[in-house]
């Protein structure tokens, strides 16, 4: 994958392409990992995730075929070697810089999406976060607000409690205009799904990679459904917010 050099202490920030070789334009997920240096167990459900969808499964190849996926799986590297509970080397919590983009690490994520929305041949689909907490909780926009896809997070999870019936899958919907958190940075500037996916603190580890494997699969059915994006005039529209919600 590609290397970014950090301004501050200059330890690489990676990033991971997957996708199958191809020509053909290209829908992008993006995920991104660890910008909270103690929030391990989302960095232990990314890992399965990403292994997954860069599995040997003919539904992998075929969502490989179709999509590239960037992940970003330590975004915050100076705050993990240095022990930082929520900040960078600069004093501030990354997470709450998406829209500023004060901050080198920040400043990286906005560039992978600006090239994206600026390339005609890519296409920017769904940005999820991988975080911890006391919970397993997905926190998401509403499925009021419109998006492109359409409805894809409502599906998405939806797959996925299909795929695991004797767990719950929870869901905290809300959305703040302009509040500098990554999942709502993208849908207001881009009109796609952000995704906060947070895992329990003390969630049990098995249980952990199996939610990275399922909820994997369940994304990839659900993005192969979706309609090819919509023209650039029309994401537009569906990124401008209709309220605080």
Known sequence: GDVYKRQAHGRAIKL??????SSAPRETIVLVGRQHPPEVTGA???LPFVETI????????AYRARFETLAVPLLNPDGVVYGYWRHNTGGVDLNRDWGPF?????GLMQNVLQSIDKD??????????????????????????????????????GFYQTRMPDYDVNR???????????????????????ITFEIGDETDRQLIKRIGRESAIAMMQTMLQT?????????????QPSGEQ
């Open 102 to 106: 004060t901050q080198p690490e920040t």
């Open 227 to 239: 309609p090819l994006p919509q023209a650039p005039k029309a994401r537009a529209a569906n990124a």
């Open 44 to 46: 232990l459900a990314m």
């Open 54 to 61: 860069m599995g040997d499964s003919e539904l992998a190849k």
């Open 120 to 157: 005609p041949e890519r296409s920017l689909r769904v940005l999820i976060d991988f975080h911890s907490t006391n919970k397993d909780v997905f926190y998401t926009i509403p499925d009021e607000l419109p998006t492109d896809p359409e409805l894809f997070i409502k599906t998405w999870l």
């Open 172 to 194: 905290d919907a809300r959305h703040v205009v302009g509040r500098p958190i990554s999942k709502a940075h993208v849908y207001d500037t881009y009109g796609v799904p952000g």
């Open 16 to 21: 991971l392409t997957i996708a199958e070789a």
